[in-house]
């Protein structure tokens, strides 16, 4: 079968994904596409037997594909098949208290961006501002000024020729440099490069709860050097967030919590958007389930299709376990440590299209439950499927002593199963609405890599208001059909855009996720231009209390560009 895509998906393939000669004509169709991943990755099945014909799995993978109900991650689209042969997109690398190990970070953010890769670090090794450095008599940049190397590094590497370098910058609430991390992103175009997250520890959580006083701790040698009220420090982060959108917080306790591989030491960093925890030079596959196309139609509407989805996770569990094996790592230390965890995630897109096309408002306690019931069985079947391989191929190589090693546990091919990116693009493509989010706006427009600017409008409220005979042509340039009453109540309700949805419900949907995640659960709260700083402040609260593994804000109109914004075309 060929690919039924959008025009504005088209238009992403071949900017960015379809293969194109020297002169940069594009020389590959959407399905050529899909037949040369699918022919790649399913090649991995002959190295666990090498009398298979993998032709069986190639045709799975395509159709799966083709038919848009799920999609690896960008590098995979991009680069299965060819010369490159990169195919994963997250990766943290170490930095390490040391000229000799920061300088070969860089080298190897250059190598990772070259590939196709974004890179997460925790600089909170780095000992801080004016300690001294035995070795030259001098006294150290601190990690803020080292994090500036990276991210001119990162300028002058285009990654591929097709995506930019992105890069994750965590510290340590209690690193002596707190404060200026906080603030690096104050001054317009600086760390342009880079997403920033503060790393937040349950003793600071404390803290705050008790309006008591924290300890900040030279990473150098381990002493205290000074205390201060974990209430200021939260409010300058709060404020921070809501004047440009960062940093975020990362509840790092939790997150190792979770971690599977605990004898090969803590995660302290993540991949560029939050979602995926890693160890050092690790590496991890991400792919994408649609649920809009996880519905069949019943008598009385629609509803999931838990069959189509549980045949849709078992594939999507092989077809990222066999890129592991075909995957081409930009280092060999990455190499080994991917292939002894083998993490994959599985995630979803959609979320918001299939709630209106079953009828379920987003911002409600039905939606939240529902959430939490999907990712519940997309995890349960991951693990079955995982557990299946393991029979097969074998468990992953670093499973003694993991949190799987014990009487009773899941024999598991991968440490971890599920992540829920944030599926900028490949939402595109697959002509939904991206992650986990609301609906943006019924009408939007988009900025892509290249400033290239395309219009979306919400194909599903086109066929709804078709459907109810309401005239959109005198909604044009309104931002919200919430107080047009010519519109029925019930549409009303199940159209409610970003900014319609308070606040809280965004949490709550994330919290909802994250309880049957392995990994980590990449959303946005996404703020109007006149919500307070108290309002950022409560938001940040209840992540922390919903259970989530970190909360990332935006206030729309915070930053000067953005990538997506209402015009008036339809409406917002």
């Known amino acids: ?34 037949r040369r991943v699918a022919h790649n990755i399913a090649s991995a099945d002959l190295t666990y037997n090498p009398a298979v014909n993998p032709k069986d799995t190639e045709e799975k993978f395509y159709l799966t594909m083709a038919r848009l109900e799920f999609l690896p991650n960008s590098p ?34 250059a190598l990772i961006h070259q590939s196709g890769g974004g890179t997460g670090f925790s600089f909170s090794k780095l000992r801080p501002k004016n300690d001294p450095v035995m070795t030259t008599s001098g006294a150290a940049s601190g ?60 003793t600071f959580m404390e803290a705050l709860e008790n309006d008591k006083k924290y300890d900040l701790i030279n990473p150098r040698n381990g002493k205290v050097v000074r205390s201060l009220k974990a209430g200021d420090i939260f409010q300058l982060i709060v404020e921070s967030a809501w004047d440009n959108g960062e940093p975020g917080v990362l509840f790092l ?89 083998r993490k994959i995630g599985i995630g979803v897109m959609g979320l918001a299209d299939l709630l209106i ?7 409600s306690t039905e939606a939240v439950g529902l959430g939490g019931k999907i990712m519940r069985f997309i995890r349960e079947k991951a693990r079955e499927r995982s557990a299946e391989l393991a029979e097969e191929r074998g468990v992953f190589p670093n499973f003694k002593g993991s949190i799987y090693d014990k009487p009773g546990g899941m024999r598991l091919r991968n440490a971890t199963s599920t992540t829920i990116a944030p599926t900028g693009t490949l939402s595109i493509i697959a002509g939904c609405s991206s992650g986990i989010e609301p609906v943006y706006a019924l009408s939007f427009t988009r900025n892509i890599l290249d400033n290239t600017e395309f219009i979306e409008v919400n194909p599903l409220f086109k066929e709804i208001a078709k459907s109810h005979n309401i005239n959109l042509e005198k909604l ?24 319609d949805i308070a606040p809280e419900w ?67």
């Open 1 to 34: 079968m060929e690919p039924k895509l959008t025009e504005n998906a088209i238009t992403v393939l071949k900017s960015r994904y379809l293969r194109k000669d020297e002169e940069g004509k594009v020389v590959e169709t959407p399905e050529e596409m899909f």
């Open 76 to 109: 995979t689209l991009m680069n299965a098949g060819r010369e490159l042969q990169q195919l994963a997109a997250c990766f943290v690398l170490p930095v390490e208290d040391s000229l000799e190990s920061i300088f070969e970070s860089v080298k190897n953010t």
């Open 143 to 202: 990690p803020v000024s080292f994090m500036k190397v990276f991210n001119t590094a990162t300028e002058v590497i285009k990654q591929g020729g097709t995506r930019r370098g992105a890069n994750m910058g965590i510290l340590k609430v209690d690193h002596p440099d707190i404060i200026e991390f906080i603030s690096a992103k104050k001054k317009k175009g600086e760390l342009t490069n880079f997403n920033l997250s503060v790393g937040i520890t349950t």
């Open 253 to 341: 306790d939790r997150i190792n919590q979770d971690n599977p591989t605990p004898q090969l030491g803590e995660i302290d960093s993540t991949n560029p958007c939050g979602e995926q925890p890693l160890l050092p030079y690790e590496a991890c596959n991400i792919g994408s389930i649609n649920l809009l196309r996880m519905v069949k139609e019943v008598d009385k509407g629609y509803e999931i299709d838990y069959d189509k989805l549980e045949d849709t996770v078992r594939i999507a569990v092989k077809f990222l376990d066999n890129i592991i094996d075909v995957n081409r790592y930009p280092l060999p230390r990455i190499a080994e440590i991917t292939r002894r965890n």
């Open 357 to 363: 096309r079953i009828g379920i408002p987003y911002d």
């Open 476 to 499: 044009t340039g309104i931002e919200s059909i919430q107080g047009k009453r010519e519109i029925p109540k019930e549409i009303r309700r199940l159209f409610k855009t970003t900014f």
């Open 506 to 572: 965004h949490i709550r949907m994330q919290a909802s996720f994250q309880r049957y995640t392995d990994n980590a659960v990449s959303k946005t709260v996404n703020f109007p231009s006149n919500a307070t700083v108290d309002d950022v402040r409560e938001i940040f609260v209840l992540a922390y209390r919903e259970g989530c593994k970190g909360v990332t804000i935006y206030r729309s109109s915070s930053r000067p560009q953005q990538a997506l914004s209402c015009k008036e075309v339809l409406y917002c």
